[in-house]
């Protein structure tokens, strides 16, 4: 039976190359120069610190355009609240990783209403769709990317026919 996993990762490379490019942005802007500002990355967050507020916006409004080119979905980011120590204002913004079981729950919900003919089955930090047909499966693949109430991004993977 065809059957594909709804799962929602983001490529650790890609939001790598994304950070160093924006770095490399705030280094040679006009706007920049003599601030101490920039990025920092480790597994599981994005950091970002510089001495005023809308100097944060800024750099997230960089960052947020290095990743769109990088097709890395924004909604990936889930931002913290700014912090201020001394001169220095920071904030940092988690990578959202694998889907948790209320969102899970919703695609499982959504996948019912639309009266598909397939099944679903949450799996840990995934839903397996499974059904008769291709055609079914991949109905219920455009259903998902149009759904809105979503707040992350989904990937499609493990497409077996």
């Known amino acids: 039976m065809p059957s594909f996993d709804v799962v929602s990762e983001v490529d650790l490379q890609e939001v790598r190359n994304a950070v160093d490019q924006a770095s490399r942005e705030i280094g040679t802007r006009f706007d920049f120069r003599g601030v101490d500002a920039g990025f920092e990355l480790d ?62 729950r919703l695609i499982v919900k959504l996948v019912k209403d639309a009266k598909l003919k397939v099944q679903t089955q949450i799996q840990g930090e995934q ?32 497409f077996r026919d």
């Open 43 to 104: 597994d599981k967050q994005i950091r970002l610190h510089a001495q005023e507020e809308f100097q944060l916006e800024q750099m997230l409004d960089i960052l947020r355009d290095k990743l769109i080119k990088r097709n890395v979905d924004v909604r990936v980011l889930d931002p913290g609240k700014v912090e201020a120590a001394g001169k220095q204002k920071r904030q940092a913004f988690a990578l959202k990783q694998g889907i948790d079981r209320d969102n899970a």
């Open 127 to 158: 839903v397996r769709v499974t059904g008769k047909k291709r055609d079914d499966l991949q109905e219920c693949i455009a259903l998902l990317r149009k759904a809105e109430e979503l707040e992350l991004p989904l990937n499609f993977t493990n």
